[in-house]
């Protein structure tokens, strides 16, 4: 299977050289659950937008420090796309800041959360069964770093995991789209180092609180079998993982 990664932000420079890129990120962890996929990246946020719906087989995005509301000229372009996938019934999942784009394309709405910011790790529980989330279990425990949540789901949207914090967490948005707050791509360490790196703008109790979390085990192997396994249910060519 070929995957399109649309990227939207650069990991910053001083934690590259430990942690790499947001495609390295991605590719590692996603050749970890299955070594025969293939990445493309577009570099949406420099401006590179797809213009063809076709050049792969899925398509996923990143997360970003942009917000979907920033109104910076990609964004709205990256929304554009979206909505062409949509059209063409094309496998979306969307990451974070991904998770938010593709509700604002849809008519759905993002806000920066009064909760305020979401880091270190996120503890949800599953509120419906889809029949590509194998194996399953009841919870989904993932690494998270974000002050936006979607406030308004679009329409057909239907919420799969939830928690007090986030309760849009993972929605499914008609047979072809699936959003998740949480970054699966994202490794204990680099969540640490971000942390580190963002004090002073977030709040330091809840950076202790963050860190603290940090000693709980993470469900990124588990949401990478499912949004494969989601991608491929899609297109209907692969037998799902387990």
């Given amino acids: 299977m070929r995957i399109g990664l649309l990227q939207c932000d650069d990991v910053a420079e001083e934690l590259q050289p430990r942690h790499g890129n947001y495609p ?17 990246v577009w570099r949406c946020h420099d401006g590179e937008i797809p213009t063809d719906v076709d050049a792969v087989d899925a398509w996923l995005t990143t997360g970003s420090k942009y917000g979907a509301n920033d109104g910076d000229d990609w964004i ?3 929304c554009g796309f979206v909505r062409e996938l949509w059209s063409a019934g094309k496998p ?9 784009v593709i509700a604002k394309a849809l008519g759905g709405e993002v806000v920066k959360s009064e909760r305020g910011w979401g880091v270190g790790m996120s503890f949800n529980r599953l509120v419906k069964r889809a029949e590509w989330m194998e194996p399953w279990q009841e919870g ?41 707050q949480g970054h699966p791509e994202f490794s204990k360490a680099y969540s640490a180092d971000l942390m580190a790196l963002r004090q002073g703008t977030i709040p330091g109790n809840r950076v202790r609180e963050g860190m603290a979390s940090l000693n709980a ?3 990124d192997q588990l949401m990478v079998r499912w949004a494969l396994n989601f991608m491929r249910r899609v297109l209907r060519s692969e037998p799902l993982a387990t």
């Fill in 217 to 219: 085990p993470v469900d």
């Fill in 24 to 40: 390295e990120m991605f590719e590692r962890l996603f050749t970890a659950v299955d070594p025969t996929l293939e990445f493309r």
């Fill in 140 to 180: 989904l425990d993932l690494v998270v770093s974000h002050q936006d949540q979607v406030s308004r789901l679009p329409e057909g949207a239907v919420v799969l995991a939830e928690s007090d914090f986030c309760p849009f967490y993972v929605m499914q948005i008609g047979e072809t789209f699936l959003g998740v």
């Fill in 92 to 100: 979306l999942v969307g990451i974070c800041f991904g998770h938010q």
């Fill in 76 to 78: 709205e372009a990256l």
